[in-house]
């Protein structure tokens, strides 16, 4: 089974549920739910989600993969250290909600004392995907510091609407999953 493969499977399994009544992040509410927690925090998955990020980050031209804290958090950090497993690193940071009010008050973390997102290219992931709010938040925060964000590389789009709020945002969306390939599959085991 190839890894693409795998990687599907463990979300299947651990971080999709259909048939229910949930509230996302949104607002909107669905009858299929990703909750990708139980696949990032998987060793299996932690794995290939990282090699698959970090590749992705690579191929995109990224010095550094960053997102929004909570959910990007085990993002960046499996794909940072699965990038110098592959030899080809990439670093990471994460945008927090709000500045922290002690120590060094950083809005993004991350970064040593020194060093500046001027200039470089940051690829924001995320999670799962429903209009790009989350990412987009954290584009802005890059951005003012300096970043040049242009793509976002999400674990899963629910295809909702984020890829025509990226565009808006000169952004481009990459998926390594969409809604429909699990949706159109029958009922999570």
Known sequence: ????????????????????????????????????????????????????????????????????????????????????????????VFVRKAAKDHGTQSLIEGLAEGETLAGRCVVVVEDVTTTGGSSLKAVIALRAAGARVEHVVTVVDREEGATEAFDAAGIALHALFRKSEFAQEGTAA
């Open 1 to 92: 089974m190839q890894d693409r493969d795998k990687l599907k499977d463990i979300i299947r399994r651990r971080s999709f549920r259909e048939k229910g009544a949930f509230k996302l992040a949104s607002g909107r509410m669905s009858t299929i739910y990703f909750n990708l927690k139980p696949t990032m925090l998987d060793p299996e998955g932690a794995r290939l989600i990282g090699a698959a990020l970090a590749e992705r980050a690579a191929a995109l031209g990224g010095d550094l993969v960053g997102g929004l804290e909570m959910g990007a958090v085990p993002l960046v950090s499996a794909a940072a250290a699965m990038s110098a497993v592959a030899n080809r690193p990439v670093g990471a």
